[in-house]
């Protein structure tokens, strides 16, 4: 059975800083994509960072770019989201996802496991 468990998540001031955590289960992923979404109130989920199996290719949504680090050990299973200057903005609940997909890693449709979701509230 797989399974992404998210944590990581809770409540920080504006400027401050979180690291979330994705850890897999259930098979192999180091050969996966590993990616992070978001989905606020009200709002479609949205991409956030993704980042190939070789660690070799990240990407970022614009609205991140510079503030969030995405990385993996591939030995753990595990992905990280790390989040510095955060905004009230950037409040949602993220969830992890993997996808032996290569291209079109930006968009939901495109992974096939997901995680739970951890809440991120940024308070101003």
């Known amino acids: 059975q797989v399974q992404l468990v998210e944590s990581g998540g809770g409540v920080v001031q504006a400027g401050g800083s979180l690291r979330l955590s994705c850890a897999a289960s259930g098979r192999t992923f180091s050969r996966d994509t590993m990616g992070w979404f978001r989905q606020a109130p009200g709002k479609e989920r949205e991409f956030v960072a993704a980042i190939s199996w070789s660690d070799t290719s990240t990407y970022y949504a614009d609205d991140v770019k510079g503030r969030f680090t995405i990385s993996r050990d591939n030995a753990k299973n595990t992905v990280y989201l790390q989040m510095n200057s955060l905004t009230p903005e950037d409040t949602a609940v993220y969830y992890c996802?993997?996808?032996?997909?290569?291209?079109?890693?930006?968009?939901?449709?495109?992974?096939?496991?997901w995680g739970q979701g951890t809440q991120v509230t940024v308070s101003s």
């Open positions: 996802a993997t996808t032996p997909a290569v291209a079109g890693v930006t968009t939901t449709r495109r992974y096939n496991y």
